[in-house]
T-cell receptor, first 112, second 113 residues
């Protein structure tokens, strides 16, 4: 079965600093990968979606970017963090053809 | 427009009481429906899913949900809540021809002893 690893688990960064959150997937090949953000009191917002190496779809305009340098690696980045980037970031993969998602444990980002 | 509505932001129940969490959806295609649970500071775990067939589906931890097409609903139920069920619950909808789920805003469940 698929296993998703995310790190770091928690991160406190000043406004204007860069960001790199990493996600790796085990137990599957050529997975679809997703980055979601969960802000306080809000649901899950899909940020990025990738069907393969170098293939990234952005769902909403924002201060963040994503990259997929390897088949099972998905990275969320920012050059300059904003206060509004604070939140809980979840990486996910899916069971092909069903839409069922498997989530990592999440990375909590606090921007001060 | 495709959407999922969870009308209850926060629900409080006593341990041992029954529970029903509401979920309504608006979706153009035949829906796949999901309920996920999130414990504090954790990722999401799948509780149950509906793709087709029997409209009453059983999940983990004693949860069940019923798909009612006429009401565009997929409510989650449990006959007797345990303190460990305190968490946030998300309903989601997708379909066979899309890889992207649409999530509701979640319902936070608090359980009193």
């Amino acid at each position: 079965s698929q296993t998703i690893h995310q790190w770091p688990a928690t991160l406190v960064q000043p406004v204007g600093s860069p960001l790199s959150l990493e996600c790796t997937v085990e137990g599957t090949s050529n997975p679809n990968l997703y980055w979601y953000r969960q802000a306080a009191g809000r649901g899950l917002q899909l940020l990025f979606y990738s069907v393969g190496i170098g293939q990234i779809s952005s769902e909403v305009p924002q201060n963040l970017s994503a990259s997929r340098p390897q088949d099972r690696q998905f990275i969320l980045s920012s050059k300059k963090l904003l206060l509004s980037d604070s939140g809980f970031y979840l990486c996910a993969t899916d069971r092909a053809g069903t839409g069922e998602l498997f989530f990592g444990e999440g990375s909590r980002l606090t921007v001060l | 427009a495709q959407s999922v509505t969870q009308p209850d932001i926060h629900i409080t129940v006593s341990e041992g009481a029954s529970l029903e969490l509401r979920c309504n959806y608006s979706y153009g295609a035949t829906p796949y429906l999901f309920w996920y649970v999130q414990s504090p500071g954790q990722g999401l775990q799948l509780l149950l899913k509906y793709f087709s067939g029997d409209t009453l589906v059983q999940g983990i931890k004693g949860f069940e949900a019923e798909f009612k097409r006429s009401q565009s609903s997929f409510n989650l139920r449990k006959p007797s809540v345990h303190w460990s069920d305190a968490a946030e619950y998300f309903c989601a909808v997708g379909s066979y021809n899309t890889d992207k789920l649409i999530f509701g805003t979640g319902t936070r469940l608090q359980v009193f002893p």
